[in-house]
């Protein structure tokens, strides 16, 4: 077993009879977060084949009302460390998130609430708990505390978010169980409308499914072209390791490229170190969303069990994940993680006009994938590996609106009706991505390229040049950047040591979609939890333990961790082992188009070489065999 193989049922079984064991734990304890525990780096670049391997797990443990950081041998059955952690709160389980909803629908002042607005029966009524932030309500001080709002179900399977039941909102302790608050801010008229999307409702209700879609049928009669050895994925000329991390979701590790027999690294650490979802609209049950996805709830603990045919298409390989949950029963998620090949039309091609030679050859690429459900929503995470040396990150949005009601005056400019008496609220996805960076070793710098007119004159007489840029970001506070598509601004990641046949250094461009930072003020409850949506870029020395960009305890009252301490020092950030935390996502003024549920949306960017190969990568890639091209 390699250090960063994926954690097993077994080791986290294991973990816990140890903790038991020891008399750290007892039948009252929860449990808010479980991974495998990644050595030290030096260790890893020294371990081979055979080696004696000390593994070890990671936990946050809740024990008399107090929380833990264990760190647990299970391999010689020990706990080394077991460390107190004042005045955080951990993140709120699966197991804890049900009964904060039945506590919420068995409360009578909810269940008052919800008569007043001609509902009798809480069995009908959907409770979606929502993070509560840090907006000083001293009801909500010194508790764990979910804020809920409601959704009316006609039938189990109807879909809630037709049915907002806006105006009402619970806060629930998540310890006690008890809904400390309510807030009633009156009565809005329930819609009529189904808004199913199952095959027999959209036959009734819409009209009949097309039937005139011919199958598409994907195989690869000689098998595969990729091989998997315990989490090691080898494709092409890359290689590289996947786990499924319980907070980061899909996480990648030691992604290198095979050029000549050697390996030459790319990046030792690529995860999503947090997300938040931050909602514009004013009205009270919508204004103060801002959920921190990754850190509150874990994209991990969220991941979908996926099936063939439907998430992933074609000849498709499986990795299963499991998770500890609260309750400290372990939860198994099969088909975690999709590994297939897909055709990725011209890789490159050119016609010689004076010959009538062709050249042309087919690009593929590789795709690594999970999906993680988060309330109403869907994440997928498609990483890409290319022919040509280049990664893409798609993150593919999909699942439903969560809604409010809408009567005829609303300010349309807050949220956007998509059917009567409903309404989608404006909100954002900012994401952000952490790259470990080492590219040809881990003696890095980054360069900052911009685009730029020249004045016309002398050297410029036609007023037609142009030219790129270049400016070196030598400490954290010159490392916080944003995009500029006017520009085409990016980033180039430098080896500090290694050049290419030219003279260049070898490096890799970060490229950057077009993307909002967040729009809600800098001293806004929303932003002091979630800095690191200010910038597009932020650079920092690598620090194994910096892991989270809103820090590791983000629920509730975090304001200044994660990223805004980590840079609080401005650090050099010249010729040394780096990380790139890249913010981007997209701004959805919703349309009545996402209504019932959402066609999927694209956030993402590219990492592509820049001088890293002595030319094009793909040139040696075969042309297509003639029966395969028509």
Known sequence: MHPLSMMTAKEIESALEVLRADGRISSDSTFHGCCIHEPPKKELAGWKEGDHLDRRLELVVRHENEVYEALVSVTRNEVDEWRLVPGVIPRVGFVELFRVMEACRNDDGFREALRKRGIDDPSNVQIDPWPTGDYGFSFEEGRRVQRCIAFYRPNPNDNGYAFPIDGLMAHVDVDTLEVVHIEDFGTWPLPTELGNYDVESVVRDYGPIRQDLKPVEITQPEGVSFSIAGNEITWQKWRFRVVVDDTEGLVIHQISYEQDGKSRPIIDRASLAEMVVPYGDTRPTQTFKHALDSGEYGLGMTANSLRLGCDCLGEIRYLDAFQLLDDGSVMTTSNAICIHEEDFGIGWKH?????????????????????????????????????????????KLTGILTTRAHIDGDDLAFARQVAPNVAGPIHQHIFCVRLDM??????????????????????????????????????????????????????????????????RPTAYRLLPASTATMFASADSPHAKRAMFAKHNLWVTPTVQSERYAAGAYPTQKNAGEGLPKFTENNRSIEDTDLTLWHSFGLTHDVRVEDYPVMPTEYAGFMLVPDGFFDRNPAIDVAPSEQNHCH
């Not at 062709?358 to 997928?380: D, H, P």
């Not at 016309?456 to 400016?471: I, L, M, V």
């Not at 070196?472 to 500029?484: D, I």
């Open 438 to 503: 080492a590219v040809d070793g881990r003696v890095n710098k980054v360069v900052e390229v911009n685009t730029e007119a020249l004045p016309q004159g002398k050297d410029n007489p036609y007023g037609t040049a142009f030219a790129a840029r270049e400016a070196v970001l030598s400490n954290e506070e010159s490392g916080m950047r944003e995009t500029n598509s006017a520009s085409s601004r990016y980033w180039r990641v430098e080896s500090s040591e290694e050049r290419n046949r030219l003279g």
């Open 351 to 395: 016609t010689d006009t004076l010959t009538g030679n062709v050249e042309v050859r087919r690009s593929r690429r590789l795709v690594v994938s999970t999906i993680s459900t988060v309330g109403n929503y869907e994440y997928g995470f498609f990483w890409y590996f290319n022919l040509d040396g280049s990664i893409k990150l798609e993150i």
